[in-house]
């Protein structure tokens, strides 16, 4: 059996896609959801990384999408070891906050990660238990060099998230260089976690690991940054700049035998893009669609209207 690839995007409320993408009368979060869901039968959900949603938003989330879908879900920029401020946690731990930076950043304390942790953890589970929970997308920073206070901040997410797939992305260029590619990607599988792999600009600098295409557990993952080299370091202008992308036709179909691959070694395929400017985002992924559905790639349809429908031949 082929796995069917599923693919989505990193999140639904652009400002692009709220001008030009949803059509007029979706004028809610709850229409333009549905309306997403009629498109694509997967999401990543990145507005997590700088707030932990609340449990009433998780539970719409499924209430507002079809049986099947599946959200991913970025964890909280402080449980990864991201900088955030005491007013991005939630109100009740504020007072937990006893230092920041000189910046302005939390320095949080074994205590108020415990408790960050347990309440990402509370959130999820109206996802869970509607079955529509995917993985935890851990993301770390640029700064997490390969070694073992790196591994002891996976092993403490892993152990305070039980039951649920962590999804890690590296973000420093040494975790997969040719001396250590093999020992990153043994020391994921044996803690059954996920490894995502990136497309991304073809840089030398340290914030752009290699595009390794490889699977460490039964899930492959794909997150699709663009190629915008010229304003990767870009700093300013926020992510717009940064993943200012439209792929062209020639380099997704770059992708089309790496995802076969994949799909014939996993039994849970995703590949979501993260070109958030414009209409980038569905663009590139309903190119890409068509690019695996000619190629005879079994890929997820829209889940809407013809729910469970794919693209297999």
């Known amino acids: 059996m082929t796995t069917t690839v599923r693919l989505g995007t990193c999140a639904w409320v652009e400002k692009g896609l709220i001008a030009d ?19 694509f039968d997967t999401v990543e959900v990145d507005s997590s990384y700088y707030a932990i949603p609340a449990e009433r938003t998780t539970h719409n989330w499924a209430e507002r999408t079809p049986p099947g879908f599946v959200f991913h879900i970025k964890a909280f920029g402080l449980m990864t070891g991201h900088a955030v401020r005491p007013e991005q946690l939630p109100v009740d731990l504020r007072p937990l906050v006893d230092k920041v930076t000189s910046r302005g950043h939390v320095v949080p304390s074994d205590a108020l990660r415990d408790r960050v942790f347990a309440r990402f953890a509370r959130s999820l589970e109206p996802l869970r238990q509607a079955g529509k929970l995917g993985g935890v997308l851990f993301q770390l920073p640029p700064s997490a060099l390969p ?42 599988r044996e803690r059954n ?35 915008n080299a010229a304003t990767w370091n870009h700093h300013g202008d926020g992510a717009s700049s940064r993943f200012d992308h439209l ?55 829209a889940s809407g209207p013809a729910q469970g429908e794919l693209f297999q031949i």
């Open 21 to 39: 993408w949803y059509p007029p009368h979706t004028t809610t979060a709850e229409a333009r959801l549905r309306y997403y869901a009629e498109h």
């Open 193 to 227: 976690l996920t490894y995502v792999a990136v497309d991304a600009p073809h840089v030398s600098s340290n914030n752009v690991i290699e595009t390794v295409v490889a699977a460490t557990t039964q899930t492959g993952y794909v997150r699709f940054h663009g190629r």
């Open 247 to 301: 792929y062209s036709d020639t380099e997704l179909a770059e992708w089309v035998e790496p995802l076969r691959k994949l799909a014939q070694t996993t039994s849970r395929l995703y590949a979501v893009f993260n070109t958030n400017a414009d209409t980038q985002g569905p663009d590139n992924a309903g190119r890409l669609r068509q690019l695996l559905h000619d190629a005879q790639v079994p890929v997820s349809a």
């Open 147 to 188: 070694g073992r206070e790196s591994w002891q901040r996976i092993d403490h997410a892993q152990a305070a998230l039980p039951h649920t797939e962590l999804l890690i992305e590296f973000r420093q260029r040494d975790w997969l260089s040719s001396d250590l590619r093999e020992e990153t990607l043994d020391s994921l």
